[in-house]
């Protein structure tokens, strides 16, 4: 009868830590160092077009701490800017210009959405979220929040639709990470809105 109770208490811990995010968070950075992740990363000039894509299956970003600032002690002052990222066992390094990078598995509605609509003929503020959210009810059936991302110049780039949306600081200055769904969605220098999906319907 112990080894039953037991057995039951483990199994619902189990469950209960799966679906922690702040764990799913740390167990995806452990990941990350050891076998990388398979990821989209896109930059974006300030008026939201790509500059450039590039897709890997072994995916890490830090920080290059060569350029963080310490004080005499040797603590961390300011956070580094500069991206140091690889790409199955190539090195990138990235400062500067807007940049995503999304986990496979996350589709950027924005994208879908800009192939079959003229955008220029909408209005680039919440009333055109609202036509987008509206003609991409399909898509969005069910969804909880809805991620906005936007150039550092306020041009809409990307938007990701979740359920399950939790938000988290990274070691690296003016960037954020997110899970949207269990799955990763990192953002560097970009302005970026969190909505509850029912505030746009």
Known sequence: MKKWILAVIIGTSLVTLAGCNFLQWGFGNIKEQFIGREIT???????????????????????????????????????????????????M????????????????????????????HFDRSVPFINRMVNDMKNSTVGKDKVVLIRSQAGEPLATFVGEDVSYFATEIDKATGLLIDGRYLFIYRCDYTIYDLALLQ
């Open 41 to 91: 990363i896109q930059t974006y000039d300030e008026s939201s077009q790509v500059i450039d894509q590039i897709k890997g299956k072994s995916v890490s970003i830090k920080a290059d701490d060569k350029f963080a600032m310490k004080d005499t002690e040797g603590n961390t002052v300011e956070k580094s800017s500069v991206l140091d990222i690889t790409v199955g066992g190539k090195q």
């Open 93 to 120: 390094l990235h400062v500067g210009s807007s940049l995503i990078a999304y986990e496979d598995g996350l589709t950027n509605i924005f994208e879908e959405y800009a192939q079959t609509v003229d955008i220029e």
